[in-house]
């Protein structure tokens, strides 16, 4: 079967800043257009984890183009996300960013129960890889794993896939970022909103490696180079490797406001100008936080 993973990037921080029943709307809203589309390809939801959702492509009834119609599901979950978040912006919330994971083998499904409880669930190391997988995309973005690309190679468009080393994993992941696919469906990622280009700003900051919600490294010196609205360009020593998830504090206060903690996963370390760059992806930031730094870029331009 083909397993598919979402999940809502920095929505545990956000939760924080709202009315709870105010996130429950929304986290309804977003289930609700998310569920439309799944439904729509046929696929099974076996479970609502917080925001995030576990869908089986080939449960109860297995037809020949699972993978296809999961990758398919997948870029149009990411499409209508795109949609959704225009709607939520008139009424002034911040845009919602998923990433998606997907993985085909063996699973184990049926009835999962005790004496007190019983579900309908599927269990096994697919289940396990498809969250890993997940786990490494960005806001926007569908992976899928060796297996899965290897059933609809002639139907995708994929970036160059990359490696990630895992905890717990033989093997290294081989992952393919999906842009397209063509027929019979014909679908493309729609264009992201515009991330307006970042400002040259030298500022200090530690940051930590990071495994789930484990600090997994020591404490780790930096300074930013570049600072934009989701990205941030930085020199860092010692190294970071793309695809590490960090969290990084800034090491000052400024005209009285104080940053909170930032996650980030990193994206790329490039030689420039023979220095090395690191650049982050940032995956979670306060919204008080993210108004700075829009003022910062608006005053700089």
């Known amino acids: 079967m083909t397993i598919m993973m979402s ?25 609700e257009r998310m569920s439309q589309v799944i439904v729509e390809y ?82 096994g190391a697919t289940v396990n890889m498809a969250s890993r997988i997940e786990s490494n995309a960005v806001g926007g973005e569908v992976l899928i794993g060796e297996s899965t690309y290897a059933l609809i190679r002639d139907s995708v468009t994929v970036d160059t896939p990359y490696t990630v080393m895992m905890r717990g994993l033989k093997s290294p992941l081989v992952i393919y970022r999906v842009t397209a696919m063509g027929a019979p469906y014909r679908i493309e990622l729609a264009p992201q909103p515009v991330v307006r280009d970042g400002i040259e700003i030298h500022l200090p900051f530690h940051c930590w490696k990071m495994e789930g919600k484990k600090i997994v490294s020591t404490s780790i010196s930096g300074e930013t180079m570049i600072i934009g609205e989701n990205l941030i360009g930085a020199s860092v020593e010692p190294s970071l490797e793309p695809i590490d998830d960090i969290k990084l504090v800034f090491d000052f206060c400024m005209d009285a406001h104080c940053f909170d903690d930032i996650y980030a996963k990193v994206v790329a370390a490039e030689e420039e100008g023979g220095k090395r760059v690191t650049r982050l992806r940032i995956t979670s930031i306060k919204q008080k936080d993210r108004d700075v730094l829009r003022k910062w870029m608006s005053d700089a331009s």
């Open 42 to 123: 046929d696929g099974m939801i076996d479970e609502f984890i917080g925001d995030a959702i576990l869908t089986v492509f080939g449960a109860p009834e297995e037809h020949d183009d699972d993978p296809l119609r999961a990758v398919a599901c997948a870029l149009n979950m990411q499409n209508a996300l795109v949609e959704l978040n225009k709607e939520l912006s008139d009424e002034g919330y911040p845009p919602l960013e998923m990433g998606i994971g997907i993985n085909t083998g063996s699973v184990v499904v049926g009835n999962i129960a005790s004496e007190i409880r019983a579900k309908y669930g599927i269990v």
């Open 7 to 31: 999940d809502l990037r920095g929505f545990t921080s956000l939760s924080e800043e709202r009315d709870p029943e105010d996130m429950v709307r929304l986290l309804n809203r977003y289930l």
